[in-house]
């Protein structure tokens, strides 16, 4: 039982972690392609688990950094883009 609470709070802190991050690093710099900040939290998520020294869950880590990644950039892409083509005046 105590391994899911690790890896649970482990999911917690890392996936907030990148939603913050690659949201931040998407609105900072619009000009910078969605899939290297993608492929950055991948590779993220691989080197977290793997100092951490997770093989089981390297995978997982992959993929759920990819989806939260994915996640927060296109929301601040569809929110720069939606107040660009309605401005507020």
């Excluded at 709070?9 to 619009?30: A, R």
């Excluded at 000009?31 to 900040?37: G, R, T």
């Excluded at 991948?42 to 390297?58: D, K, N, R, T």
Aim: charged letters at 10%.
């Amino acid at each position: 039982m105590e391994l899911w609470t690790m890896f649970g709070f482990y999911f917690l802190v890392m996936g907030s972690l990148v939603l913050i991050g690659s949201g931040l690093i998407t609105f900072l710099f619009p000009h910078l392609k969605s899939v290297i900040v993608i492929l950055i939290s991948m590779l993220s998520g691989f080197i977290v688990s793997a100092a951490f020294e997770l093989p089981l869950i390297i995978i997982i880590s992959v993929i759920l950094n990819a989806l939260l990644s994915l996640l927060a950039v296109g929301t601040v892409k569809g929110v720069v883009q939606a107040k660009q083509k309605h401005p507020k005046n």
